[in-house]
């Protein structure tokens, strides 16, 4: 049974982590998305936070100095990558967004969200955290997160009309330029 102190580091741990889920979910809610896809979205986004942290907590000690950094720069690319072709596509004449959250970019987009969790997963694995409880809380909350941001950025891109899958491809850039350098 987890302490309540764990609960609590756990919770903020979780609200850290799916942050970014929330930021790239806003910046994806930018393009015009239905109620079914921004909950397949959530769901699938909620599952990778809890398959990378497993995966980093399993691997453990042995790769976290030398795969930790390598995870944030393949993220940072994945979502500056992701960020120039929402902005690009924007700007062309096809009313269809370049980048869709469906299929193999609904992965790229779960991936580029959560290999910050794979990187915090070694860390746990080394502190010995309990592992279901912190995969599932991970889970949970970057899905809540993400549906936050989705719904959100949905708003916003009504009040922007067609500005609002470029201003989606901003955030997307910005915030994967946050995580190749960081200040």
């Known amino acids: 049974m987890a302490t309540m102190g764990e609960w609590m580091t756990l919770l903020f741990m979780s609200v850290a ?25 959530g769901v699938t986004i909620g599952l990778f936070h809890m398959l990378m942290p497993l995966a980093g907590m399993t691997i453990g000690k042995q790769i976290s100095l030398h795969f ?59 502190y010995g955290a309990k592992t279901w409880l912190t995969i599932l809380m991970f889970g949970i909350m970057s899905m809540v997160l993400t549906w936050a941001g989705l719904i959100m950025g949905k708003k916003v891109q009504k009040w922007l009309g067609s500005y609002g899958e470029a201003f989606g491809g901003c955030i997307l850039l910005a915030f994967g330029v946050k995580i190749l350098f960081p200040f």
């Open 17 to 41: 982590l799916g942050m970014d889920a929330f930021s790239i979910g806003l910046g994806m809610g930018m393009i015009s998305l239905r109620l079914k896809q921004i909950m397949k979205i």
């Open 68 to 126: 930790g950094g390598i995870a944030a720069i393949i993220g940072g690319i994945l979502l500056v990558i992701l960020g120039i072709t929402m902005i690009r596509s924007s700007f062309s004449s096809d009313d269809e967004p370049f980048v869709q959250p469906i299929g193999i970019g609904l992965l790229v987009f779960a991936l580029s969200a959560s290999l910050d969790s794979f990187s915090v997963g070694l860390s746990l694995g080394i």
